[in-house]
């Protein structure tokens, strides 16, 4: 059985940091890409990271240089170091796996976490 649980969300102020990760079960682990979205209340799900086992990673333009995603395979587990967050970081943060297409679109991941809460104040 496919199984994707985040953790690490939390309240922090901005300027501040915190490393969500994303434990994933083997069988969808190790296929094309992993990533992380976000959506914000009232908003659509955005992409903000992706690794894919073939290539490099990619960011969205709105985190560039302050988040960095990385991967543990000993752990199965999908990290994203968050720095300096803002106000406008807040949001529910999503790992994705199991990518097709273009693997940048939501509807491009076929198995999907419940979410962690990511709440900055300013």
């Known amino acids: 059985q496919v199984q994707v649980a985040e953790s690490g969300g939390g309240s922090v102020q901005s300027g501040g940091s915190l490393t969500l990760s994303c434990v994933a079960s083997e069988d969808t682990y190790y296929k094309n890409c992993m990533a992380w979205f976000r959506q914000a209340r009232g908003g659509e799900r955005e992409m903000v990271a992706r690794?894919?086992?073939?290539?490099?990673?990619r960011y969205a333009d709105f985190v560039k240089g302050r988040f960095t995603i990385s991967r543990s395979n000993a752990k199965n587990t999908l990290y994203l170091q968050m720095n300096d967050l803002k106000y406008e970081d807040t949001a529910m943060y999503y790992c994705?796996?199991?990518?097709?297409?273009?693997?940048?679109?939501?509807?491009?991941?076929?198995?999907w976490g419940q979410g962690t809460q990511v709440t900055v104040s300013s």
């Open positions: 690794s894919c086992s073939l290539s490099s990673q």
């Open positions: 994705a796996t199991d990518s097709d297409g273009q693997a940048w679109y939501p509807a491009d991941y076929k198995n």
